[in-house]
């Protein structure tokens, strides 16, 4: 018989094809593993696996003999979502508690155990192992209305990158016809630009009309069609933001799809209990990085999540740009002997504060309900 624990971590090692599953017990001894399919139904295979073997969820005979009665559960899941993510949601789904790991966690873990070799059994044990060590790893939740908005801003983002694409495409085959017409990309964004060059392109003598007119042509029917659809986008999103976080929209530099960025990105600010979590998590608390006589030198945090970092770094320009708070306190600190990038620094770890309680007050981004999702 197992010796009994009232703590299973489940490490997973996630592939595109099958998910191998590790269970520990609190002292990282390995209690049993499980290999199934990456669908739905393997899953929830996984789920009853843990359920029936250590008694999760379970109390009375009907709890298992591998970790005794009403064992808490935690699911470790290395932090590569494109191949993670519907294994959270069903997760999630089943009321399970997912933790992400981070992937350079994982190197390091295997290379001080004692198993030799790489193997999914052996990863998953890695990952299981790293949350025991490391308890306070980021759970894996969202809310149904920022994982909304975050889907369709990082659809907008997607769409506005192609259409850049396009436009360099464009601008190459206009060099080749006339070097003299070089409209600035921006302005390619204009219907009006659009239009003139469209008419340009029409009325060229034959000995221009060629292959590279033919596809400038085409490139800005597919710039047209494009911009439609991110202007349409765009629309959506802010008209959510103004529902969502109305108290955003009035800081100072924060517009309609930056707001949207932070609570896409957020994900629920009730999952950070207090400021300096969420500056940690957002990169922008600082980095001690100071010995013996050098004590309190900090660095820029070059870790986090980079898009909520650069939503605060938009805002944090704009205030600088605009005047106000926000570059009374950057010229303030640099009165004070800090560098540009030093002053930058703090007025971003000082706007994550004010965000964190602008959200954290809002009744929309504060008590909305936790669903089974991992965007």
């Not at 009232?6 to 490490?11: A, E, F, H, Q, R």
């Not at 789920?47 to 003999?65: D, H, I, K, N, S």
Request: net charge positive; charged share 25%; hydrophobic share 40%.
């Amino acid at each position: 018989m197992k010796e009994a624990t009232t703590m299973v971590v489940v490490g997973a090692d996630v592939h595109k094809r099958t998910h191998t599953f590790v269970a520990v017990d609190d002292a990282g001894r390995k209690l049993g593993e499980v290999t199934v399919k990456a669908d739905a139904a393997g899953h929830d295979k996984a789920v009853r696996w843990v359920q029936r073997e250590f008694g999760a969820g379970q109390t009375g005979a009907g709890a298992g003999a591998g970790a005794g009665a009403g064992a808490e559960v935690k699911w470790g899941i290395e932090d590569c979502r494109h191949l993670s993510a519907r294994l959270e949601i069903d997760l999630l789904d089943a009321g399970q508690v997912v933790v992400r790991v981070p992937p350079k966690m994982m190197a390091e873990q295997r290379r001080t155990a004692r198993t030799r070799g790489k193997s999914d059994p052996i990863d998953a044990l890695a990952v299981a192992r790293a949350v025991l060590r490391e308890p306070g790893l980021p759970e894996a939740s969202h809310d149904e209305s920022s994982r909304e908005v975050k889907l369709l801003v990082d659809h907008r983002d997607d769409l506005v990158a192609q259409r850049t694409q396009v436009i360099n495409r464009l601008r190459w085959h206009l060099h080749r016809i006339d070097p003299g017409i070089d409209p600035a990309p921006k302005s390619l964004k204009r219907a009006a630009t659009r239009g003139e060059l469209m008419e340009f392109l029409a009325g060229l003598p034959d000995h221009l009309d060629g292959i590279d007119a033919r596809l400038a042509r085409e490139l800005l029917a597919d710039i047209d069609a494009v911009t439609v659809r991110v202007n349409g986008l765009e629309q959506e999103i802010a008209a959510l933001a103004a529902v969502q976080a109305p108290a955003l929209l009035e800081l100072e530099g924060c517009g309609a799809l930056t707001a949207a960025k932070i609570v896409g990105e957020t994900a629920g600010i009730a999952r950070f209990p207090h400021e300096a979590k969420y500056a940690m998590h957002a990169g922008v608390a600082p980095i001690p990085v100071w010995s013996g006589r050098t004590k309190g030198r900090v660095r820029v945090n070059r870790s986090g999540n980079r898009q909520l970092n650069a939503a605060l770094h938009r805002i944090a320009i704009t205030q600088i740009r605009r005047g106000g708070l926000g570059r009374a306190y950057y010229d303030k600190r640099l009165a004070a002997g800090d560098t540009k990038t030093e002053a930058l620094r703090c007025l971003k770890r000082r706007l994550a504060r004010v965000v964190f309680n602008t959200l954290k007050n809002n009744p929309t981004t504060n008590t909305a309900t936790t669903l089974a999702a991992a965007a």
